[in-house]
């Protein structure tokens, strides 16, 4: 599979959530820092972040990511994190503005796409800004996928 356009070659993938582009129909994404504690970010770094039910809301005028899966740091003891903790997405305030405008006006989701270390060494999060997809748009999707997979297998075993 190759790389997306818009991330970097350096950074490395933690988590990320394929059923959303299943899911909804991604119209936008944004880059957003994450809010960690010291253990979540260890945590982070063993990779067994879960991300595939989790979604952004605004707050208080800040945006916050929700039920986001961290495990707990297994040599922290005490000083551990809650596993599912709202966790505050790191945003400039017109871009918060932005989405929170298309979120309540648009009937609009956001949904995170992709969680990722960039070449810092900074935990990142790519932020979807989605639209749902109906019963009917998720078969026709289904459908020119698998017709893709087999004109690719075709074109293999006849040229």
Known sequence: MAKPKNQDPNSRVIA???KARFNYEIIDTLEAGIQLKGTEV????EGRTNI??????????ELWLYNVYIPEYQQANRFNHETRR?????????EVGKLTGAVSQEGMTL????????SRGMAKVLIG?????????????????????DKARLM???G
Do not use: I
């Not at 709202?86 to 017109?94: C, E, G, M, T, Y």
């Not at 949904?111 to 960039?118: E, G, I, K, S």
């Not at 800004?129 to 997979?149: F, I, S, T």
């Open 16 to 18: 990320e959530n394929r």
């Open 156 to 158: 293999r075993q006849h």
């Open 42 to 45: 260890k945590s982070l770094r």
């Open 111 to 118: 949904v995170p796409l992709r969680m990722y270390f960039n």
């Open 129 to 149: 800004l989605a639209k749902g997809k109906k019963v009917h748009d998720k078969r026709e999707a289904e459908k020119k996928r698998d017709w893709q997979r």
């Open 86 to 94: 709202p966790r505050k997405l790191l945003l400039h305030k017109r």
């Open 52 to 61: 595939a039910e989790s979604y952004a809301g605004e707050t208080g005028g």
